[in-house]
């Protein structure tokens, strides 16, 4: 299996997940061009790919989902709410190419389950991918860390988790009131501090590796994010780099292009 993050972060993500047969999307939220490139750059065919999945509406996640699905002939995979949500934002998409998810969809070797995320979307969903051998999955975009979340990642070989915002920062910088209440709230974006206590809980479920991801440009920095799990996980008696491997997503261009 493969697992690369294409891009990650508040401007844009899109994940990058294939197994022996077939490769899929989760999430497409940069220009189609950009998205491309990024595909070519880690030697991907996007006219390869079987699907796309889309965790929820806001424009990060879905900004180049139809013209990708135009002009590959993509299908798109995400449940009622999100298709309603998103109906405007992507444009035009061929009937075969809609495909409404409820729970679970096979593609391939793959079996592509969903699991609910607190945010504040329509129906927001994270998703693990299990060929029958590894396990990954994707939690960003999570008001805390809740046990639906904590359910559907359980024993993954690889966690894409969110680490967007240092609280400080957050409350001291420039966004407005309401904004900064939002992010805050249970259905806003997971702390730095909250990452790293989500990583304690999930070492209880033989995850092994966990990256990074969905950095706020405003708010965070990489270091500090790293810097803040890796203190959190100390505090617990974690060994780093022994007892789970912690890396970064980079927000700009492929990063992390793990091979299991
Ligand atoms: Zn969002
Ligand atoms: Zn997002």
Do not use: Q
Not at 53 to 68: A, C, N, Q, R, S
Request: proline content about 4%.
């Amino acid at each position: 299996m493969i697992f690369c993050p294409l891009y990650s972060g508040s401007s844009g993500n899109s994940i990058f997940v294939a197994s022996d047969k077939g490769s899929i999307l989760i999430d497409a939220g940069l220009p189609g061009k950009s998205i491309e490139n990024a595909l070519v750059g880690i030697g991907k065919d996007p006219r390869d790919i079987d699907g796309i999945f889309i965790t929820h509406e806001h424009i990060d996640h879905v900004k180049g989902v139809g013209v990708l699905s135009r002009r590959y002939g993509i299908p798109i995979f995400a449940n009622k709410l999100t298709w309603k949500g998103m109906e405007k934002t992507i444009g035009k998409i061929k009937e075969e190419n809609i495909k409404i998810i409820e729970d679970t969809v096979d593609i391939k070797d793959m079996n592509i389950k969903s699991y609910r995320i607190p945010h504040d979307a329509a129906d927001p969903m994270g998703y693990s991918v299990y060929d029958g051998k590894t396990k990954v999955s994707i939690a960003t975009d999570l008001g805390f860390f809740s046990e639906e979340v904590d359910k559907g990642i359980r024993n993954s070989d690889i966690v894409l988790l969110e680490s967007n915002h240092d609280v400080e920062m957050l409350k001291f910088g420039p966004y407005p009131y309401n904004l900064k209440r939002r992010i805050l709230s249970n259905v806003g974006h997971l702390s730095n501090y909250d990452c790293g206590k989500a990583i304690v809980n999930m070492l209880k479920y033989n995850c092994k590796r966990v990256v990074l991801g969905h950095l706020s440009k405003t708010n965070n920095y990489p270091e500090l994010a790293y810097e803040t799990v890796v203190s959190v996980l100390r505090e617990n008696g974690v060994k780093i780099n022994e007892d789970v491997f912690v890396t970064m997503a980079k927000r700009d261009m492929p990063s992390n292009y793990i091979e299991f």
